[in-house]
């Protein structure tokens, strides 16, 4: 019984034991891999609207940043060309600007005072009961009190608004240190420049402004060098920009999308880098977010501020990931897994089922074993024992027989059921792509996005499982000598053209150049066209798939009494010693757990099998990280093989 039961053991091949835990290992891989893609597509398509909806928003605010110049510039140029400003004048010139443009906190003139007409300056002051205090600062309260000695005062003289502004009239600009480096910056370089965040003295909450400070020299001098700007300093025209209010003028109108940023002075220290945070003004239910992106990362953007270098650093929030962020891919996972597992259940089936056959003949043989044992040692019994035995051996011998017959007709019934289900299997795919198709015209009505999106997606899968059963049909003709190739003269050329403008619309979704060179003397050939192109059509999506840059390119030329039609490509290309093995079925070369391509190996066996069906040859020439040429050659006649 021991020895029967090794038989049996020895006699069942070893690919049964493995073929349900392998096939439901390729399908989890398949899934995971199919998971990542699509993943890898969605975050890309994220990234894409995200830039597009920060450039958006950056750019409006810069555009109001620049809109301030032509206040900056125009202030100035009001002073420079008059011989005289009075505060009415003042008044009169800044009310427009102050109307149309709420950022703008206040606008000032900032008269340069010696030491020695501090006196005259602070009885003018008084005279007109703008300063009683005459030149201030604030001490370390922030209250204002009057000015220690300097050798000069940049105090404030007009400024607009007056009834908000009234009280900053007589404060020395130069007394704070941060004001100081800007005026003093903008009096060497000649050229408007903005200083850190501040504190109005005239502003009672805490808020953030902005000054813009810009020199007017005195007429007739000159202004060449440090020195000579210096001595011909008159003030300074002063914008005050209110951080706060520039951004939502900018953005205050715009729908929100739940981007909140922060506007930074990176030429400030650290700690008071910050001018302004603007919040998301969305709400939305995220948490599915917060867990799969725990950490968003920001967008920067930097602009140049009048000698100061500003950045807009912006984060998604939640709400904003959940309407930019499609989460259905994540239905791969359980739809693989599910079909996983019943195609696990398929094959086992079928492996238990083949194991009875085997058991059924290794039984048998073990009878007949034992059946011609005894007929040897019954050998020289009587005649009737030799009938008998011999008897009881032809039976043997018929249900040996009629087990073979069994065992045929099992292998026959299972080859015949694969290739119907392979049918059956076709006919629900091509429902499935004609019914997608109907929907994605609309023809039942207007879809959306989203739906738009998933339609194309089960359109797409259901395409590459039809192919993959197109290939296995093919292969399995081929190999049982089922197939056979046309001998009709057709136009080799018009063929190649019409194959590449097939694939035209894909290089060029992936940034490819296709060209097409074909020689004058290429004309008619006899052979099966169908094939033809089908295997020009394979060797071209071979080169798209591992082509990510650079071009592709389609050569056909006659030689003596042979075409010769190449592809070559500047894909990722192969080692030499992969070139055949690469013409088997299955066969792959990035076949790991994590491959970046697709496919089942089945198209350059197939490819190679036409091509000697129709009296030819193919090849493959190829440089790991150069690209690859794919080439067959075929007889410009053939005759039909009886």
Known sequence: MSTHQSDTK??????????????????????????????QSELASFKTRLESDVALRTDTI???????????????????????????????????????????????????VASDQQRRFEEQGRSEQLAPLGITERNSNRQLISATARDAYYPVWYIEPMADNRKA????????????????????TGKPTATERIMLVQDGQPRYSVLVFNPLYAKGLPVATVAERRQALQGFTVVVLNME????????????????FDLLDLSAPKERQLLHHWSARLNGDGSWYSILFPHI?????????????WAFVMTPSQAYMANNYPLAYWLLLPSGLLLSILLGSYF?????????????????????????TSLKELNTHLEERVNERTRQLETAMLSLSQAKERAEMADQIKSAFLATMSHELRTPLNSIIGFTGILLQELGGP??????????????????????????????????????????????????????????PLAEKKGLQLEVVIADDLDGITSDERRVEQVLLNLLSNALKFTEQGSITVRAVREADEYIVTVTDTGIGIEPDQAERLFKPFYQVDNGLSRKYEGTGLGLSICKKLVELMGGSIWLESEPGKGSTLGFRLPVTREVTP
């Open 10 to 39: 020895h006699l069942m091949p070893h690919g049964f034991h493995w073929s349900v835990p392998v096939v439901v290992l390729s399908g989890l891989v398949l899934t995971v891999v199919l998971f990542w893609l699509v993943r």
């Open 62 to 112: 810069v555009n109001k940043i620049d809109d301030t110049q032509l206040v900056v510039i125009a202030l100035r140029n009001y002073f420079a060309a008059s011989d005289k400003v009075t505060r009415s004048d003042f008044a009169d010139f800044t009310l427009p600007f102050l109307q149309e443009r709420t950022e703008i906190k206040a606008l000032s003139w900032n008269l340069r």
């Open 169 to 188: 009239i007589g404060f020395d600009v130069g007394s704070d240190p941060v004001r100081l480096a800007a005026l003093e910056q903008a009096r060497d």
């Open 245 to 260: 209010k520039l951004l939502a003028a900018s953005l205050g109108k715009s729908a929100p999308i739940g981007l909140p």
């Open 297 to 309: 990362p920001a967008t920067t953007r930097k602009i140049s501020f009048y000698g100061r270098e």
């Open 348 to 372: 086992r089936t079928l492996t238990t089922q083949h194991q009875r056959l085997e058991k059924v003949v290794v039984e048998r043989t073990a009878e007949l074993v034992l059946s011609e």
């Open 447 to 504: 879809l959306n996005a989203e739906q738009s999106k998933q339609l194309t997606m089960v359109k797409n899968s259901a395409s590459h499982l039809l192919s993959l059963i197109s290939d296995v049909l093919d292969i399995s003709k081929i190999e049982a000598g089922q197939l056979t190739v046309a001998a009709v003269p057709f136009d080799l050329a018009e063929s190649i053209r019409k194959v590449t403008q097939t694939i035209q």
